[in-house]
């Protein structure tokens, strides 16, 4: 199995990006897929999930009015749109999968991609 993340890079505050996740050794509806964030020295942060099966999205708070996470099934890959972004913004990006039900820990994830830096400049 392997989650291969892709699309960060650095951006001006206000700006956007897409991050890209694509999976490999299984098969991506059928799991829930997520994403994290990490900064140096601290937790893994929840971000947005979207449940298996076509289920619902799920999302930190405070970044649903500015994240959203979809999934192509025929690429076998699952997306992040971060819009508005802000220096706090600024780690990074894990894609993860699992088919736990604890959805918002990052214990509960089986697979884990490898990380793509998400940088955001004031």
């Known amino acids: 199995v392997q989650l291969q993340a892709s699309g960060g890079g650095s951006v001006q505050a206000g700006g956007s990006l897409r991050l890209s996740c694509t999976a490999s050794g299984l098969t991506l509806n059928a799991y829930h897929m997520a994403w994290f964030r990490q900064i140096p020295g601290e937790e893994r942060e929840f971000v947005a999930a979207?449940?298996?099966?076509?289920?619902?999205?799920v999302y930190k708070d405070s970044l649903k009015d500015r994240f959203t996470i979809s999934r192509d099934n025929a690429k076998n890959t699952v997306y992040v749109q971060m819009s508005s972004l802000k220096p706090d913004d600024t780690a990074t990006y894990y894609c993860?999968?699992?088919?736990?039900?604890?959805?918002?820990?990052?214990?509960?994830?089986?697979?884990w991609g490898q990380g793509t830096l998400v940088t955001v400049s004031s």
């Open positions: 979207l449940l298996r099966n076509g289920g619902n999205e």
């Open positions: 993860a999968a699992t088919k736990g039900s604890w959805v918002r820990l990052a214990s509960t994830y089986e697979h």
